[in-house]
């Protein structure tokens, strides 16, 4: 009778908390709505992220203690657990500010810029979206509070970047450890900790990382509903859904997936007649906490940029362009990007990704790419539900996050595909082991064979992730041979920054050579000015006796080059890996703070 007394006490606290949760957000959205001056911005963000903590909170009572006290780990698994933290605290943090050692266009702006820009009150409205719609600025106002600790440093952005990408890594690894046991958990971890592209966007890009992370929670929440579609369930898959469609536009797209899956698997229980009360509720609950996760960010979410239309342009240029070869443009329309879909969905194991990342390969290395196939047709034939679930994830997100887009496997938009594509490799590859289970000696050493083989292509996954340095190139770098204008640039900064006087002067010039006009005049590199060098007015002046290699700095643009003042700077008259340059091209700074 004690234990219904406090369950039922429980129970009636986890709805009081729903509703709280639920009156908070919709307080927070009228605010938002109605603060045309954006003069509470920071009141309604504090209530809504409140709503979500008590939602949150609310859907893990009644929480069993005695249950989770009584959870033993074996010490194998904790000690592989651990080796696991290692890797991704090592991977993650090592060398965080050096490498790269050049800011990153997308990721400065969006993780650090807009972050400043919204500590010094430039931007008002924090829940609007950036300026293509990619993603809502809940991220840079979330940055923003490591802006005030940090400051114009790479660590604004890049810390909350290789946090959630560690975070993202151990929830991966408790989902799986969840759902489809410890030995699939513990290799897709290490196989996601050593993926090129989770690593090369823990350290760039936060924008881009989020995606992983909310793909990771989008199955952890799948998970529970496809055990048991209870109220709470429903509930928890509403608010993850409601959380994820705010970020950035791969994330929404998997959001917008696992949304069809619930609503699909839903109308078909409906249609039997199982339990059509607890759906119609449920489906209820789900929308309500979705608008908890969602927030005020509501206010400002069109259709269109909801669904990204601006970015399923592949097409567009047909509607507009002579019809050559007797093509109805309106079926070509419709027809294009079924004709893209086999490279997108290619691009796990061939074919070379696009975008950011300087090193065009595809998701998984050839290893990798031959459990993949394997995992993911048995997944697909003969998986439990949650791995059809994660196949049919697999095989849907390459058309919603390429095929149908204006860029066929841009990199930044495939970084959804990561947890899945790890959880299918690790799947084949313990239903291989099985395959050969047999007690022999010879079965046996295939076993250690195959064990070690994984062991050592995700560990040298990641050596060459370092040692190759191809994080290091800029992501809007198109002849490699002037890579060391990043590095040239980079140092100028750093100069200005470090230096006494110039840190105190409102104007700073850039002398440059002809050659590197256009070079310094790219919106990316105005951002890193306007980062990094806040309040200052940047000079480029050209002259042509400036080297192409070259860069004079000083507080004033009068005064000759020539005229014997300029003090070189020792920067990378020796190769040094990760802060000089990585063809060893050779550049001179000079200085004249005086």
């Not at 003069?39 to 008590?54: G, I």
């Not at 829940?127 to 802006?147: E, G, K, Q, R, W």
């Not at 290799?187 to 989770?198: E, K, M, N, R, V």
Request: hydrophobic share 50%.
């Amino acid at each position: 009778m004690n234990f219904f007394k406090k369950n039922l006490f429980l129970l009636v606290r986890r709805y009081q908390l729903l509703i709280s949760s639920l009156l908070l957000a919709l307080i927070s959205i009228a605010i938002t709505l109605f603060d045309l001056g954006f003069t509470l911005r920071w009141l309604s963000f504090n209530l809504w992220l409140l709503s979500v903590v008590m939602a949150f909170i609310a859907l893990q009572l009644p929480f069993n203690f005695k249950r989770f006290k009584s959870v033993r780990f074996a010490r194998s698994e904790v000690l592989l657990f651990l080796l696991l933290l290692t890797i991704a605290l090592f991977s993650r943090f090592w060398l965080l500010t050096t490498y790269p050692f050049a800011p990153i266009g997308d990721g400065l702006r969006d993780g650090g810029l807009a972050a400043a820009r919204i500590v010094r009150g430039e931007i008002k409205n924090i829940f609007a979206y950036d300026y293509d719609y990619a993603h809502n600025l809940v991220i840079p106002t979330l940055t923003s509070f490591a802006y005030r600790i940090f400051g114009e440093n790479v660590l604004t952005y890049r810390l909350p970047a290789a946090s959630i990408a560690i975070f993202s890594s151990l929830l991966l690894y408790f989902t799986a450890r969840r759902f489809l046991g410890k030995a699939i958990a513990f290799w897709t971890t290490l196989i996601l900790l050593s993926l090129p592209l989770h690593l090369y966007y823990a350290r760039t890009e936060v924008v881009v990382i989020f995606s992983s992370f909310w793909t990771t929670a989008t199955f952890y929440a799948l998970g529970k509903f496809l055990e048991k579609r209870s109220l709470r369930n429903y509930a928890i898959t509403g608010l993850v859904i409601g959380c994820a469609m705010g970020f950035h536009a791969a994330a929404k797209a998997m959001s917008l997936i696992a949304l069809f899956l619930v609503l699909a698997i839903s109308f078909y229980y409906f249609l039997k007649k199982v339990d059509r009360k607890t759906i119609a509720l449920g489906l209820g609950l789900m929308l309500l906490l979705m608008v908890v996760g969602f927030g005020p960010r509501l206010v400002f979410s069109t259709p269109d940029v909801i669904f990204q239309t601006a970015k399923l342009n592949v097409l567009d240029d047909v509607l507009i362009s002579p019809n050559t070869n007797g093509t109805d443009p309106t079926l070509k329309k419709l027809i294009q990007p079924f004709e893209n879909y086999p490279t997108s969905l290619m691009i796990y194991i061939s074919g070379h990704t696009t975008s950011h990342y300087h090193d065009k390969k595809p998701i998984l290395n050839f290893v990798f790419a031959v459990f993949f196939v394997v995992g993911l047709v048995m997944a697909l034939m003969t998986g439990n539900i949650t791995l059809r679930i994660i196949g049919f994830f697999a095989v849907a997100l390459p058309f919603t996050n390429s095929a149908i887009t204006d860029a066929i496997n841009a990199d930044h938009r495939l970084t959804p595909l990561l947890p899945v594509a790890s959880v299918l490799v690790a799947y084949g590859f313990t239903e291989v082991l099985k395959k050969i289970s047999q007690p022999n000696l010879l079965f046996r050493l295939v076993r250690v064979t195959l064990v070690l083989l994984l062991l050592t292509t995700s560990g040298l996954s990641i050596f060459w992730f370092f040692d190759n340095e191809e994080a290091s190139y800029n992501m809007f770098r198109k002849d490699d041979a002037k890579v060391y204008q990043d590095y040239m640039l980079t140092y100028g900064i750093k100069t200005v920054q470090n230096d006494k006087v110039l840190q105190n002067s409102s104007q700073i010039c850039f002398t440059i050579s002809p050659a590197n006009l256009e070079y310094f005049n790219l919106l990316h590199i105005q951002e890193q000015f306007m980062f990094f060098l806040p309040g200052r007015v940047i000079e480029t002046p050209v002259n042509n006796k400036v080297a192409d290699n070259q860069l004079y700095i000083s507080a004033s643009c009068t005064g000759d080059i020539t005229d014997g003042s300029w003090q070189p700077l020792d920067y990378c008259t020796l190769p040094e890996k990760f802060v000089c340059t990585p063809n060893q091209t050779t550049f001179k700074l000079f200085l004249r703070s005086s």
